[in-house]
């Protein structure tokens, strides 16, 4: 792993807590040093109970996972964070493998990067996935039996609590605030993660179809997100096509 120029560009005015769950130590301790002179505040565990030990006693604010881990893997790991917490999560990936990917966003992963990677790549996506969680002032949307409440970073259906992560919180919100628009791909793409995506990723259609399956929305008779087919998402809110 190349350590980068190390400039503090970016430096986050409070200690965000970062938690790394990965067995390679000797990455640990590069990343916690490299993170430090981003304003981070680093714990690395190398074991996938150490980490679920960490994130009960002293919930971090982000967690970095690899998906090859002993005894337990990172989807594991994930899936288990997931039954508790909406804490964003970013999954590191052998390098090629989709599938991982795949199965981690749909676990509830906020973003994956794969292995190896620059670790400035790195700082970029945690900073994004960070905004992404970030206050955005008091706004409250409501489009027929849907309610988006951008201050508490929540939705609900019916009255009904939506356990959405941070990822589909924004997809959601996205395509809410642009209702009536269809939305590419690639507009989505940059809209979430703030860096350029790879063009065959489907990324977005498994964010999408988490979504619909919280909302529980039909892809071929939608009620609030349209598929706009070789384009990409529309949220009508209301009737369906």
Not at 158 to 177: C, H, K, M, S, W
Not at 226 to 232: A, E, L, W
Request: charged share 30%; with cysteine; net charge positive.
């Amino acid at each position: 792993m190349d350590s980068g120029s190390g400039s503090a560009t970016g430096r986050h005015s409070a200690r965000t807590r970062v938690l790394i769950i990965d067995d390679d130590e000797r990455l640990n301790a590069l990343l916690t040093e490299y993170l430090g002179r981003f304003g981070f505040s680093v714990r690395a565990v190398d074991h996938p109970h150490a980490g679920l030990r960490a994130l009960k006693a002293n919930p971090p604010d982000l967690v970095i996972l690899d998906i090859m881990l002993p005894e337990m893997d990172g989807l594991a790991v994930c899936r288990k964070v997931r039954e508790t917490s909406r804490i964003p999560i970013i999954m590191l990936t052998a390098r090629g493998d989709v599938a991982d990917r795949i199965v981690g966003l749909e676990l509830g992963a906020d973003d994956y990067l794969p292995k190896p990677f620059e670790p400035r790549e790195l700082v970029a996506r945690m900073q994004a996935v960070l905004r992404r969680g970030a206050h955005e002032g008091e706004e409250i949307v409501r489009v027929g039996s849907l309610e988006v409440n951008w201050t508490t970073r929540s939705a609900s259906l019916n009255g009904r609590a939506l356990a959405l992560t941070t990822a589909e919180f924004e997809i959601l919100g996205l395509l809410v605030r642009n209702r009536g628009r269809v939305l590419s791909r690639d507009r989505i793409m940059e809209a979430m993660r703030g860096v350029d995506w790879d063009a065959y990723d489907r990324s977005i259609d498994v964010l999408v179809s988490r979504v619909r399956q919280k909302l529980g929305d039909d892809a071929k008779r939608s009620t609030f997100i349209r598929t706009v087919r070789g384009i990409g998402y529309s949220f009508t809110g209301g009737g369906r096509d």
